[in-house]
């Protein structure tokens, strides 16, 4: 399956929002739980916001109220709207779809940079 290609990111100052947006050909897109992850220097990957393929949506206690995650099955597309941004949020953002065989996330590309100046 191939990976996701995310755009959006850049840098931004406290306060200020950013959208991003990810791109992907799988058969599969409707049928999955599609995720927004991020990564920032020395620390692991961790798990920012998930929308099932009912539209369920879960995010982290962090950013609860400030980012909200959201696809277009049509379009193969999964965006997420950050607003308020704090410079913890500074990482680099990945999305990725749930395998629905084995629960793992998968497509992995590039990410997209998104930093908060402090």
């Known amino acids: 399956q191939p990976p996701f290609v995310e755009s959006g990111g850049g840098s931004v100052q406290p306060g200020e929002s950013l959208g991003l947006s990810c791109g992907t050909s799988?058969?599969?897109?409707?049928?999955?739980?599609l995720a927004w992850f991020r990564q920032s220097p020395g620390k692991e990957r961790e798990l920012v916001a998930s929308i099932a393929r009912t539209g369920t949506t879960h995010y982290i206690d962090s950013v609860k109220g400030r980012f909200t995650i959201s696809r277009d099955n049509a379009m193969n597309k999964i965006f997420l709207q950050m607003n308020n941004l704090r410079p913890e949020d500074t990482a680099v953002y990945f999305c990725?779809?749930?395998?629905?065989?084995?629960?793992?996330?998968?497509?992995w590309g590039q990410g997209t940079q998104v930093t908060v100046f402090s």
């Open positions: 990725a779809w749930q395998s629905l065989h084995d629960g793992l996330f998968k497509g």
């Open positions: 799988i058969s599969i897109f409707n049928r999955v739980t």
